[in-house]
């Protein structure tokens, strides 16, 4: 989807008035729309993944064994999309679910050697796409464009939510 090249100021300009393509929250979807279907490429073509299932592989990665509710607390994903993609990853054979041993009420979630595997497959796969979307920037470019997501999106967690 191409976005016209006009300032937010423009819309600012004229209250009463909503210009879709130059309203800041349609461009944060279309931004983030654009760069998630060019990392699903990675993940989904070769192995099957949908975002969910990537997301909670990303997170499961680097750890040891998590429950879902601490992939939830880390993740962007609400319980039932956690619950998906758990679901999945095990139907890929790439999950493993096993009671707590101090809590037996807990499943505690594991790549399993498999998962683990195609999770450092994917990793330098990812790594790429990321450096194709930020192709053109330079360092400080791309320091300065993660300061500006990180502030807009502490702007938007201080609205209240209801």
């Known amino acids: 989807m191409n976005i016209p090249a006009k300032s937010l100021s423009t819309i600012q300009d004229r209250p009463g008035e909503l210009d879709l393509p130059v309203f800041f929250p349609y461009q944060v979807r279309a931004f983030y729309r654009a760069v998630s279907d060019a990392v699903a490429v990675a993940y989904s073509s070769k192995y099957g993944l949908t975002a969910s299932e990537w997301r909670t592989m990303a997170i499961l990665?680097?750890?040891?064994?998590?429950?879902?509710?601490?992939?939830?607390?880390?993740?962007?994903?609400?319980?039932?999309?956690?619950?998906?993609?758990?679901?999945?990853?095990?139907?890929?054979?790439?999950?493993?679910?096993?009671?707590?041993?101090?809590?037996?009420?807990?499943?505690?979630?594991?790549?399993?050697?498999?998962?683990?595997?195609?999770?450092?497959?994917?990793?330098?796969?990812?790594?790429?796409?990321?450096?194709?979307?930020?192709?053109?920037?330079?360092?400080?470019?791309?320091d300065i464009l993660c300061s500006l997501m990180l502030r807009v999106q502490q702007n938007a967690e201080k609205i209240p939510q209801g």
Request: hydrophobic letters at 40%; glycine letters at 8%; proline letters at 2%.
């Open 61 to 142: 990665g680097p750890e040891k064994s998590l429950t879902a509710g601490e992939i939830v607390a880390r993740s962007t994903m609400d319980k039932v999309n956690v619950s998906r993609a758990v679901k999945g990853l095990q139907a890929h054979g790439f999950l493993i679910r096993n009671i707590d041993d101090n809590d037996k009420r807990r499943s505690l979630l594991k790549l399993t050697e498999n998962g683990a595997t195609v999770f450092l497959e994917l990793i330098p796969a990812v790594k790429l796409v990321e450096q194709d979307c930020l192709n053109g920037l330079n360092s400080n470019e791309r």
